[in-house]
């Protein structure tokens, strides 16, 4: 079993002293995927973001072995962590491939070769020389997919990343994920996809933050 890549100890944040992620621990190891489930509102896409560094925990600590390269604003850079945001955030004025193309520059050499085999593995290969504007939600979902791959990342963190797909993209989709876990990243997926969970190496269960009482 490798040394895992990141440790998650004990994070946890509120906002406005209501807390919106309980103490969760885990370990992420290169070769695995873990799929991060829990209720809406457990905290899932913030512990995404603090576990990449772009937000503050207020407790606890996310510690990478080795240290993996901050950008200049302290999260860990792109060229390291791949981010597939649940608002999916391509560049409008790209094209599909340049949005790729765009992420594949931080990863040395072999990037035009991992962009066309990422756009085929996400059958975007024909959508290639679209806009973000001109091609359906599920298809910029699995550009933002591309996109997280494309500089090889050592880290990935997806954000519902198959909540616009059908079951044949989903598996696309989790297929790109995996062959990203096979080369040596850790993975973590947010996801209430139980396709998604059937696919994990190991899953991780957030609390509610705030469970729903039954009006009855
Ligand atoms: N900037 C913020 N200020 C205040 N509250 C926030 C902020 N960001 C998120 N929250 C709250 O934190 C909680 C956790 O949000 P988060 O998006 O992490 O949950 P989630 O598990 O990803 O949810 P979902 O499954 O619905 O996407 C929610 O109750 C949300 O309203």
Excluded at 40 to 66: C, F, N, Q, R
Excluded at 94 to 122: C, H, K, M, Q, W
Excluded at 186 to 209: E, Q
């Amino acid at each position: 079993m490798p040394e895992p890549l990141l440790t998650v100890s004990g994070v946890h944040k509120s906002y406005a002293g209501s807390p919106v992620l309980r103490p969760v621990s885990f370990v992420l190891t290169p070769g695995a995927v873990t799929v991060l489930t829990g209720p809406s509102g457990s905290g899932k896409s913030t512990l995404l973001m603090i576990a990449g560094g772009w937000e503050a925990p207020d407790g606890g600590e996310v510690t990478a072995h080795p240290p993996l390269p901050g950008g200049p604003l302290g999260a860990i850079s792109w060229r390291h962590a791949g981010f597939v945001p649940q608002s999916v955030g391509l560049l409008d004025e790209l094209t599909i491939a340049e949005n790729l193309a765009f992420a594949a520059r931080l990863g040395g050499p072999d990037g035009r070769r991992r962009v066309t085999g990422l756009l085929g593995a996400l059958d975007l290969g024909d959508l290639a020389d679209r806009l973000p504007a001109e091609v359906s939600g599920g298809e910029r979902q699995r550009a933002a997919v591309g996109r997280a791959l494309a500089a090889g990342p050592s880290l990935v963190l997806a954000d519902e990343p198959t909540s616009h797909q059908d079951s044949a993209r989903t598996g696309l989709v989790l297929d790109a994920l995996r062959a990203a876990a096979d080369r040596g990243a850790a993975v973590l997926v947010a996801s209430h996809d139980p396709a998604v969970a059937r696919h994990a190496d190991r899953t991780v269960t957030l609390d509610s933050a705030h469970p729903v009482h039954d009006a009855g």
